[in-house]
């Protein structure tokens, strides 16, 4: 199949094109950084250098696809990041009905909606699975400072509640699967690599930087804000950050991610937490 890929070469976009290269088809990725280029096409697929923002790039990019893997990044210079969500996926909705595209594979995450989202409401007569990954691993990255300087993790939620952990590998795994399977119709997918505490979390990658007592702190809710304010995060996306924490550590978004339990992935936290130990060790 011919199939095009957004997100660049992160870390789910990665491992996902070159799995679609090694089972035989013929990828497109969509990259706003001209220096991906070069790395792109010597992984054996073929680089469409432009902004998703554009809808006359993005839908020339979509022609001839059969499959579409559709990603938004956070775009944080934008003030109100519903508006700029709902903008990226009008692009998207146009580009693949201009070029007809039948299979859409949609990443949002596990704080979404419950309901359907935009897309598979608007694209009603395609196939249109969503993926829901739960919170990253490769987030513990952004928690390294905070570790050193405090001590601790910290988050609008934290110590027992329950999370949903996921790789970025295991996500590519069900993105592959989606986009290659014999699948009809509109689905919901959540996907997960394991289900902990944030402590038991924090005790995993405390074990693994030698701080086995590692714990991991719920912040209160005018804490979080006034600190993501001072890091320079524009108001209403801070509010939107608070608002989507404050969910998860109620109990919410776990109880969400239950109605759709998904069977888990095989990456488990412990052993990202090595990967993790190198880099906290080099910084």
Same mark, same amino acid.
């Given at each position: 199949?011919?199939?095009?890929? &957004?997100?660049?070469?992160?870390?789910?976009?990665?491992?996902?094109?070159?799995?679609?290269?090694?089972?035989?088809?013929?990828?497109?990725?969509?990259?706003?950084?001209?220096?991906?280029?070069?790395?792109?096409?010597?992984?054996?697929?073929?680089?469409?250098?432009? @902004?998703? $923002?554009?809808?006359?790039? #993005?839908?020339?990019?979509?022609?001839?696809?059969? =499959?579409?893997?559709?990603?938004?990044?956070?775009?944080?210079?934008?003030?109100?990041?519903? %508006?700029?969500?709902?903008?990226?996926? &009008?692009?998207?909705?146009?580009?693949?009905?201009?070029? !007809? *595209?039948?299979?859409?594979?949609?990443?949002?995450?596990?704080?979404?909606?419950?309901?359907?989202?935009?897309?598979?409401?608007?694209? @009603?007569?395609?196939?249109?699975?969503?993926?829901?990954? /739960?919170?990253?691993?490769?987030?513990?990255?952004?928690?390294?400072?905070? *570790?050193?300087?405090?001590?601790?993790?910290?988050?609008?939620? /934290?110590?027992?509640?329950?999370?949903?952990?996921?790789?970025?590998?295991? *996500?590519?795994?069900? %993105?592959?699967?989606?986009?290659?399977?014999?699948?009809?119709?509109?689905?919901?997918?959540?996907?997960?690599?394991?289900?902990?505490?944030?402590?038991? =979390?924090?005790?995993?990658? /405390? !074990?693994?930087?030698?701080?086995?007592?590692?714990?991991?702190?719920?912040?209160? $809710?005018?804490?979080? #804000?006034?600190?993501?304010?001072?890091?320079?995060?524009?108001?209403?996306?801070?509010?939107? +950050?608070?608002?989507?924490?404050?969910?998860?550590?109620?109990?919410?978004?776990?109880?969400?991610?239950?109605?759709?339990?998904?069977?888990?992935?095989?990456?488990?936290?412990?052993? +990202?937490?090595? $990967?993790? =130990?190198?880099?906290?060790?080099?910084?």
């Amino acid at each position: 199949m011919n199939i095009v890929i &957004t997100g660049s070469l992160g870390n789910i976009s990665k491992p996902l094109v070159k799995a679609l290269i090694t089972s035989g088809h013929s990828v497109t990725v969509i990259s706003s950084n001209p220096e991906k280029q070069k790395e792109i096409e010597t992984m054996g697929a073929k680089a469409a250098i432009g @902004s998703i $923002e554009d809808i006359n790039f #993005l839908t020339a990019t979509f022609a001839g696809a059969n =499959a579409v893997y559709c990603m938004i990044p956070f775009n944080f210079m934008e003030e109100d990041q519903t %508006a700029y969500f709902k903008k990226i996926e &009008t692009n998207y909705v146009q580009a693949i009905k201009h070029n !007809e *595209i039948k299979k859409v594979v949609f990443l949002t995450g596990w704080a979404a909606n419950v309901e359907d989202s935009p897309l598979l409401n608007q694209l @009603s007569d395609r196939t249109v699975i969503e993926l829901r990954p /739960g919170s990253f691993y490769t987030n513990f990255y952004n928690d390294i400072k905070t *570790i050193k300087e405090y001590g601790a993790l910290m988050a609008g939620y /934290g110590e027992n509640d329950k999370i949903a952990f996921v790789s970025p590998n295991d *996500i590519a795994d069900a %993105a592959l699967e989606e986009l290659t399977k014999t699948f009809q119709g509109k689905k919901i997918r959540y996907v997960a690599s394991e289900e902990l505490t944030c402590n038991e =979390a924090a005790k995993i990658l /405390g !074990e693994s930087i030698g701080k086995p007592d590692l714990k991991w702190i719920a912040l209160p $809710e005018d804490q979080l #804000l006034n600190g993501l304010i001072q890091a320079g995060f524009p108001q209403q996306l801070a509010h939107d +950050f608070v608002r989507m924490q404050m969910e998860t550590h109620s109990g919410k978004t776990f109880e969400n991610y239950l109605k759709n339990r998904p069977v888990l992935g095989k990456t488990k936290l412990k052993e +990202f937490a090595k $990967e993790f =130990a190198k880099t906290y060790h080099q910084q």
